[in-house]
């Protein structure tokens, strides 16, 4: 049973991990300038990853291409506390979450997961070289539309410093 259970959860990390590389690969393959849609296919892991990697290279390849792709997974709920798009952008770049624009580094720790919610923790290396954490949350859409079963980031919390990379 203690196998089986063993052999169950490796495959489980070996889907994550294949399709996290099929999203990494697919996205090379999109043009710069496409923006990823939510989609039932990627899962609340991949959501967090795509997020913080466009965030990574904000300005890349437009000016605020990360932060527009970060607005594509938020959920509606989310959106009707954080939007527009302009003002979502203004909070970004604001004390608080500035530091994921252009971060150097992150590393992302699932905590828990159920079949509507995903929590994640969220360590960032800032561009001063100091490291932050952050708890984010995606939930499973469930009403009617074009996010039916999409995950979709609900929660991100204020950054909790770290301290110095140095």
């Given at each position: 049973?203690?196998?089986?259970?063993?052999?169950?959860k490796?495959l489980k990390?070996q889907?994550?991990?294949?399709?996290?590389?099929l999203?990494?690969?697919l996205s090379?393959?999109?043009?710069?300038?496409?923006?990823?849609?939510?989609?039932s296919s990627?899962?609340?892991?991949?959501v967090?990853?795509?997020?913080?990697?466009?965030?990574?290279?904000?300005?890349?390849?437009s000016?605020?291409?990360?932060?527009e792709?970060?607005?594509?997974f938020?959920h509606?709920?989310?959106?009707k506390?954080t939007?527009?798009?302009?003002?979502f952008?203004?909070?970004?770049?604001?004390?608080?979450?500035?530091?994921?624009?252009?971060?150097l580094?992150?590393?992302i720790?699932?905590?828990?997961?159920?079949?509507?919610?995903?929590?994640?923790e969220?360590?960032?290396l800032?561009?001063?070289?100091s490291?932050?954490?952050?708890?984010?949350?995606?939930?499973?859409y469930?009403?009617?539309?074009?996010?039916?079963?999409?995950w979709?980031?609900t929660?991100v919390?204020?950054?909790?410093?770290?301290?110095?990379?140095?």
């Amino acid at each position: 049973m203690k196998n089986e259970e063993n052999f169950l959860k490796t495959l489980k990390r070996q889907q994550i991990i294949f399709k996290t590389l099929l999203i990494y690969f697919l996205s090379l393959t999109i043009s710069q300038a496409d923006i990823i849609k939510p989609s039932s296919s990627i899962e609340p892991y991949q959501v967090v990853e795509i997020q913080l990697k466009s965030l990574q290279k904000n300005n890349s390849p437009s000016i605020d291409n990360g932060i527009e792709q970060t607005w594509e997974f938020a959920h509606p709920s989310n959106r009707k506390s954080t939007g527009p798009l302009d003002r979502f952008k203004t909070m970004l770049k604001g004390k608080s979450y500035k530091i994921l624009l252009d971060h150097l580094d992150h590393e992302i720790i699932q905590e828990n997961l159920t079949n509507s919610v995903a929590l994640f923790e969220v360590s960032v290396l800032g561009k001063d070289k100091s490291y932050y954490k952050f708890k984010w949350q995606v939930e499973k859409y469930k009403i009617d539309g074009p996010f039916k079963d999409c995950w979709l980031t609900t929660m991100v919390s204020a950054p909790i410093p770290l301290g110095s990379s140095i």
